[in-house]
């Protein structure tokens, strides 16, 4: 236990950088979900070893040995006894309140966002229903607000909804709002915020995690892109819409949208529009790097879940030894 316990607090170094190279070498939906799943994996690692070294210091305390009834002189697990746990069990049990707080304040302001930003689209009291809604052509519906302001953003909720002002509407030519609602769908059908959720609140388990959040939001951009253009049937149209949408929104910016509602304006526009231009489809790096990244990146992340998980029996085994020795 005493090796395994800390590889999941050591290894999101390596493996964040690592799953940030592979994203930018795959296709933009593989590319957002290979972010996610690493984000969530070593999220989750790093609460199981906060945990683990939080309990082992508590159980060296007399009344946390009393209560699970165990023999605090067989009480070591790994092999070391109480002094050696002390300075990473006080480290631990100060570090999991601290993320349990800031979890609830992120948890918090996604919900006060995503309130805002519904009760400005009609679901809120009468007052603050300055809105014209506009049946969309398919579900989910299109919300348009009477805003010079262009602006326009995917909020998911229940019903989700398409929200776009009219200054982004007049902005935008026929074709081109077709290609700016279709990218908006991608986002709520694929419901890419439950994604950029999960990056955020891993985030907060393990500061090495905080980078992949800006680049799954990227990697989230351009899948929307590719199923706008696919639907729309035209990659140069789609990349007109996005850019034209862009500089209508840096003329005039409107109030700051929800961190979970994703927008076609929003992260690197120049980079993905020259991406929807190229064609054909951008060259991508020879497969043996991308195999090579693929390969290390999944050693860090089965590393830390077998360390993860052969600390957690460790610690069970400890447990009982002291219990059985009582």
Known sequence: MTIAVWAPLLLPLPAAPLARRLAGQLAPRAAALTLAA???????????????????????LPLGAAAAHLSPAH??????????????AVLAATALPAVAAAAARTARHQYADLRRARA???????????LVRCPGPAVPALTVLTDDRADAYALPGRPPRIVATTGMLAALTG????????????????RHHLLL????????????????????????????????????????LTARAIGRAALAA?????????RLAPAAAAGPVPRR????????????????LRTLAALALAGC???TTCAAAEAGHDFHRAVETAQGDR
């Open 38 to 60: 690493t984000a969530v994996a070593l999220g989750a690692a790093t609460l199981a070893s906060l945990a683990l070294l939080a309990g082992t210091g508590l159980l060296h």
């Open 197 to 236: 959720a999960a990056a955020e609140y891993a985030a907060v388990c393990h500061p090495a995690l905080r980078p992949l959040r800006p680049a799954l939001g990227y990697h989230l951009e351009r899948w929307a892109d590719e199923c706008a253009a696919a639907e729309v049937g035209d990659r140069a």
């Open 250 to 258: 840096a003329r005039a910016p409107a109030a700051a949208r929800p």
């Open 301 to 303: 992340l089965t590393a």
């Open 175 to 190: 074709p081109e709002r077709a290609a700016l609602l279709a990218h908006e769908r991608a986002h709520l059908t694929g």
């Open 120 to 130: 400005a689209t009609g679901d809120g009291p009468a007052g603050l229903r300055a």
């Open 273 to 288: 529009v020259r991406a929807l231009l190229a064609h054909p489809a951008p060259a991508r790096p020879h497969r043996t």
């Open 75 to 88: 009480w070591h697990p790994g092999g070391l006894s109480g002094p050696e746990w002390a300075p990473t």
